[in-house]
């Protein structure tokens, strides 16, 4: 996330579950926002309260007041510390005050040593890209039951490379209260934009613009979370203001900073020349991403304000070996360019979200891709189990900055079922005994290859899941699984698995569950979506996806199929499932579908969705009757004395 005071936010905000306590509370004069919430009765487990004075040149001070109160013993460890994380090169932090009220109302303070300044996480992991520092407060005697209370100072110096950006927001899930104050001269550019219950006023007096948004959430609990949540961002309490006029501005600050880091250096031009050889166009564009990909190493680091958006020469990136996104496409830019293929970057959000943030800002964006617009065709060069021009869901149909010298913006092609196909195609064979035997393969596109690709390179690990994909069905057993090379992107991905489940079925009964080869797509567990009172209250997140399933069951020669499956055909807005059985004598042919076609659903869309997964989870179940085969009858034998006449 971009800026410091995301980096606060993901160290307190939405991690205290709080149990208001009202003695004191209604009598405290220098608490009057959380005293007037307190005593109208919506008892809040936390109130946060931020107020932002900005000069005219966009340098400002932050003061934030957080109260939380502490109802649960593993929430001691989140309400004792506070972590702020900023670039001491631009921004102060400065501990106002704060205290923890315990039971007894005594207060207690935290000492000197208990405030102390650190290089960030990122800065140690990542040496040289960012300067990052934390400060942490460590807060005593918190216990259940206990008021705790910050008072903290933020001031940039100067203004930040990005401009002026606030941000605030609630946990849908927690009881809290969220009030932001923006002071500002009325005369410095500021766009604002809001949702999820938010309530903002914009008034201007004597020169001054005075912003005010508030937001509470009551009878709200924790409970109230749902499976497969889509991002809470994007209906989450949220309050956005931005200096800047448009994402262009945000491309072309990007483009100043790195416009002259991906010079060709006779080094660079070696190396191109090697990886390309005689390929040409997007061939050539095609060998380059993949020697990138798979050459330099991928360090993840977070987007900050000053440093965080400044790329590594190539040269530099090529001598360490290693990159964060920025850097991947720096050195491939200067790869292609060396074979005269333009380029640029495109900044993009990586993440399950599926719609853009109400208002441009930087913290729209968290990652760098690159775009080839001589092909038309972008491409994520920190995965190396990525094919060249795929992107998997988290960057499909996404808005993308184009960080040129003209900046425009774009959005990433949508993943559609005909690009996220899954298919499985083989044969099971019951024999005499019961024993169940099969072999497949699994085919898919290579937008939903990545998370297969990079956790089958070991071929212990395959057959270890294999088993334990065995372990899921009825009739249980062991297999073995092989992989093509999970390198070589150039080529689909492609699974070659082959089992047996020693008495998976009863041949006595009459009947079983129909078998099916093991499935290996990505995604979880139908019934993972389902929700457990048959009704949906915030948007759902779906994979898109094509699941095909087709093959065959052989009975013994001593058993026939009595009677098949019938066949299922469920359609609606979410997608399709279907599924057709032809019986054969002593084998049934199955071919079974499943459609997601939607990446998000509201709440009301819910039962159609409900409807898919009982209709596949019902089908998956499905009973084969089984009879004896019956021998064909022999013509009676009748003995003739063809030595004997007759009269």
């Not at 919506?42 to 946060?48: A, K, L």
Request: charged share 20%; net charge negative; glycine share 6%.
């Amino acid at each position: 996330m971009n800026g410091s005071l995301f980096q606060l936010y993901n160290c307190v905000h939405g991690k205290w579950m709080v149990r208001p306590v009202l003695r004191a509370l209604c009598a405290a004069t220098n608490l009057l926002m959380l005293s007037n919430v307190v005593c109208a009765g919506q008892f809040p487990e936390r109130v946060e309260s931020l107020h932002y004075e900005v000069s005219k040149d966009y340098s400002y001070k932050l003061t934030m007041v957080i109260d939380a109160f502490v109802q649960k013993q593993a929430q001691v460890k989140d309400a004792s510390q506070l972590a702020m994380t900023y670039d001491p090169g631009g921004i102060s932090f400065h501990f106002v005050n704060g205290w923890v009220e315990g039971a007894d109302g005594v207060r207690q303070k935290p000492t000197g040593d208990a405030i102390f300044t650190r290089p960030s996480a990122a800065a140690r992991n990542a040496p040289g890209f960012v300067s990052s520092v934390t400060t942490t407060i460590v807060m005593p005697k918190v216990t259940i039951g206990s008021h705790v209370h910050y008072e903290i100072e933020e001031a940039a110096s100067k203004k930040p490379l990005t401009g002026f950006n606030a941000s605030a927001w609630l946990n849908p899930f927690q009881n809290a209260s969220e009030h932001v104050v923006i002071d500002i001269p009325a005369a410095l550019p500021l766009a604002v934009a809001s949702q999820g219950g938010f309530v903002v006023s914009d008034t201007t007096t004597n020169g001054m613009r005075h912003i005010v948004a508030d937001a509470h959430l009551q009878d709200v609990s924790a409970r109230d979370k749902e499976p497969h949540m889509a991002s809470l961002v994007e209906f989450e309490p949220l309050f956005l203001a931005t200096s800047l006029h448009n994402y262009e501005e945000l491309g072309s600050i990007y483009y100043r900073l790195n416009k002259d880091k991906s010079a060709v250096t006779p080094e660079i031009d070696v190396l191109a020349k090697h990886v390309v050889g005689d390929r040409k166009g997007i061939d050539a564009a095609r060998a380059i991403y993949d020697w990138t990909a798979r050459n330099i190493r991928y360090l993840a680091v977070s987007v900050s304000d000053d440093d965080g958006w400044e790329s590594h020469s190539a040269a530099t990136v090529l001598k360490n070996g290693y990159g964060d996104c920025k850097d991947h496409v720096t050195l491939m830019q200067a790869l292609l360019a060396a074979e005269d293929i333009r380029s640029e970057p495109a900044l993009i959000d990586w993440s399950d979200r599926a719609r853009a943030l109400p208002l441009w800002s930087p913290y729209e964006i968290n990652h760098a891709i690159i775009y080839l617009p001589d092909f038309d065709t972008f491409a994520n060069p920190t995965s190396p189990f990525t094919p060249f021009g795929v992107l998997d869901q988290g960057l499909s149909g996404k808005l993308a900055i184009m960080a040129g010298e003209h900046s425009e913006v774009r959005h990433t092609p949508e993943l559609t079922p005909a690009t996220a196909q899954f298919v499985t195609e083989g044969a099971i064979h019951i024999t005499a005994d019961g024993t169940v035997s099969g072999e497949a393969t699994a085919t898919m596109s290579p937008s939903i290859e990545e998370s297969l690709r990079s956790g089958l390179q070991d071929p212990d690990e395959s057959n270890r899941r294999m088993d334990r994909k065995l372990r899921e069905t009825p009739e249980g057993g062991f297999g073995r699984l092989d992989t093509s090379d999970a390198y070589d992107t150039d080529h689909p991905f492609k699974l070659t698995m082959d089992w047996h489940s020693p008495y998976g079925i009863n041949p006595e009964a009459g009947a079983f569950v129909l078998p099916s080869p093991p499935n290996f797509d990505s995604m979880d567990a139908l019934r993972a979506f389902l929700s457990r009172d048959g009704r949906r209250h915030t948007p759902l997140a779906l994979p898109v996806r094509d699941l095909n399933w087709n093959y065959s069951v052989a009975l013994p020669s001593e058993l026939t199929i009595a009677a098949a499956p019938k066949d299922v055909d469920v359609r609606n807005e979410v997608g399709s499932y279907t599924a057709i059985y032809e019986k054969e004598e002593e084998r049934l042919v199955v071919h079974r579908r499943l459609v997601l076609q939607l990446k998000e659903l509201t709440a009301g869309s819910y039962s159609d969705l409900e409807r898919l997964i009982y209709a596949a989870q019902n089908d998956f179940t499905a009973i084969v009757m089984m009879s004896a085969t019956q021998t064909k009858a022999q013509p009676k034998e009748v003995d003739v004395d063809i030595g004997k006449s007759h009269s």
